[in-house]
């Protein structure tokens, strides 16, 4: 990630006057280009800025737009919004219309801002012309997209959640919070993989300060079991609604039926969202739902334009900040000697000096070490058995069957493997105290749970001693493909082939079933 610029003052920039010299420096990457010397050959390359993300606040400063709460604030078309009654005032409604209001176009919000110019007056929710707007093939309707961290996670979803548990809503329909305790003991008992860095927090006098990532975790895997037969099932079918159809955003291989499905999920979730709650929380942020899906469709999936990665290069950014003065040099500096350290990491020959280079900028736990290959994957300090060690009937067939015997000799035991980028833990391991890492779904979409993980020291081929969980369903008929209810199929242990195992699941434990999650892509971590 590349650090353009920052800004040290009292109160905002103003953002045209900031943002120039970045447009300026673009174009002429793009009209100019680079020359790059490739295998004897010159090569022009030229760059051109494609997606820009932000929230709705950062949004409106940029575009020289009207604010979320403003008359005409969508960018996407020109629904003007209603003003509606919210608590002791009022707020701007976007309500759900069956025919799409008309779509806002690079020609007609130049031609509003050119009005609004000349009048003095916004024109549609525009104030001015952005001067992203110079950028070449640059248009602000295409090429600014949604953030789903802001507008579903710590939008949408975190009002829900006020709705659902503050006492403000005692009187409604859809209150629960005479139940969070119920609710935050399903939590409590959660044990999520390792993928997942923070544990779950309970809700009551919690979740107005939650993190982002464990609105995520709420969202996608924790709330759907938790709520289960404690919010009214209409409510919950409702929400179910938003949780299927930002799973399928958030996939890695989506396709034009998966775009659709997505589409009538958000847009069934939207239209019946003041039905069911009030008119105030159709605010821009569930508007935002309807314009979703063309945005993946155009730049990809939700997590290749999120903002989590640069929130998370803020809270370095802050970091780099140890005294109150000239922040900026405190921060480029710190920068430039991270820059520095990566750059002697990757020319840097002796082994153990690079791995320390690395371990500077990347941390302790960027990589695993101290790994052996074996057949289709890798496995962690296998150790021999004890002679104390006895296999089941079941177990010793097993194993004859697939690395033809059963003697402890021919095998070294294993509490952690690596396979398809993921770690995969068993039992046996001191570090799953209070995380399930060895909960894992294999290609035929059985579940398994890892005891041991046993290595054929000549083959080296690598079984799982485990239990099978028999499936019961999807946790809401007909929906929500991602998230499965199961039960024990037997207590005896089997022994499956390590490559059969594809990924750790989400499990979530209630007092009537077990339910396995998976994750919707291998590429966005906590």
Known sequence: MVLWGIWQGCGKPQMNMFLRPLVEDLSQLFQRGIEVNIQQTEIRTRAMMIVATMDLQARAYVLQMTQHNGEHGCLYCL?????????????RSYPYRDVDPEPRTKENIKSDAQEAIASGKRVHGINSESVLSCLPYFDVTTNVVIDY???????????????WFDSKNSKEPFYIGKRVDEVDSIIKTIQPPYFLRRLPRKINGNYNHWKASEFRSWLLYFSLPALQNILPDIYLTHYSLLVEGTFILLGEGISEADLRRADLLLRTFVRNLNLLYRDSIVGLNAHNLIHLTRCVRMWGPLWAWSCFV??????????????????????????????????MAVQCKEDQLRDFYQCMTEGSNARQKGGEDAYQCVVFTPAKIQKTFNFSNIVKEELVRLCGTYDTNNFMIVKKISRNGFLMFSKQCSRVVKRNSYTIKMVDNTIVEVE?????????????????????????????????????????????????????????????????GVIPNNVERD
């Open 149 to 163: 961290m802001h507008g579903i996670l710590l939008g949408i979803l975190k009002k829900l959640m006020s709705l």
């Open 79 to 91: 629904e003007p919004g209603k003003v509606v009654k919210s608590g002791k005032g009022n707020c």
């Open 310 to 343: 640069f929130e998370s290069f803020n809270g370095e950014i802050k970091k780099c900040i140890h005294g109150t003065g000239n922040a900026c040099r405190q921060i480029f500096w710190s920068l430039q000697c991270q820059k520095k350290v990566e750059a």
């Open 452 to 516: 041991h993980f046993l290595i054929h020291k000549s083959s080296r081929k690598v079984v799982a001693v485990c239990q099978k969980f028999q499936p019961l369903g999807p946790l809401i008929r007909n929906r929500l493909q991602h998230l499965q209810t199961f039960q024990l199929q037997s207590v005896e242990n089997t022994v499956v082939r390590a490559e059969l195992l594809q990924e750790p699941v989400v499990v979530v434990k209630t007092d009537s079933k077990i339910c396995c």
